[in-house]
T-cell receptor, first 112, second 116 residues
């Protein structure tokens, strides 16, 4: 079946460090790919998305590129801030399907 | 505009008891979804309402779980009787249109359920 695998956390970085959170997927067909973020005490929010191969999603300094050849959608940010501390979820959805399939989430701690 | 509201934010109950979780979607959103995250695992789909009708309940784990959405507004998710493995965070989400590429899906902050 369709699934998402993302790197285990927690990930702890210093402010202004470079961030990569790895995500790979397994899907029959061509999914749309997403990164969701959950800040402390809040609901899940869509951070960015990509709907086809080679698309790059970006938001708030974060980027992820849909790589069909490696079935990956790694999340990157060049310089993290303390306010980026949150749990990040990689996810996929098949077109015309009403379910989102999530990864296990990666907790990110940014130290000042 | 108010977002998706879930109540309670936390619930601690004993095994065998009954718990009812509530979700108030964004006003006017016909589509309402329940998801669950068990400790350390993926967030998993439970079910989807379109107005008051269950569109897809393929993710409901067993018959101890009952979801309702009378009148097509708020929804409740009842667990009876609760078991230890039901502990986790229960998320509700709503959207105006079908989920599709999930662009306009709004999540609540979740209910943390602990079954002791």
């Amino acid at each position: 079946g369709n699934s998402v695998t993302q790197m285990e956390g927690p990930v702890t970085l210093s402010e202004e460090a470079f961030l990569t959170i790895n995500c790979t997927y397994t899907a029959t067909g061509y999914p749309s790919l997403f990164w969701y973020v959950q800040y402390p005490g809040e609901g899940l929010q869509l951070l960015l998305k990509a709907t086809k191969a080679d698309d790059k999603g970006s938001n708030k300094g974060f980027e992820a590129t849909y790589r069909k050849e490696t079935t990956s959608f790694h999340l990157e940010k060049g310089s993290v801030q303390v306010s980026d501390s949150a749990v990040y979820f990689c996810a996929l959805s098949m077109n015309r399907d009403d379910k989102i399939i999530f990864g296990k989430g990666t907790r990110l701690h940014i130290l000042p | 505009e108010a977002g998706v509201t879930q109540f309670p934010s936390h619930s601690v109950i004993e095994k065998g008891q009954t718990v009812t979780l509530r979700c108030d979607p964004i006003s006017g959103h016909d589509n309402l979804y329940w998801y669950r995250r068990v400790m350390g695992k993926e967030i998993k789909f439970l079910l989807h309402f379109v107005k008051e009708s269950k569109q897809d309940e393929s993710g409901m784990p067993n018959n101890r779980f009952l979801a309702e959405r009378t009148g097509g507004t708020y929804s409740t998710l009842k667990v009876q009787p609760a078991e230890l493995e039901d502990s986790g965070v229960y998320f509700c989400a709503s959207s105006l249109h079908r989920q599709g590429i999930s662009e306009k899906l709004f999540f609540g902050s979740g209910t943390q359920l602990s079954v002791l």
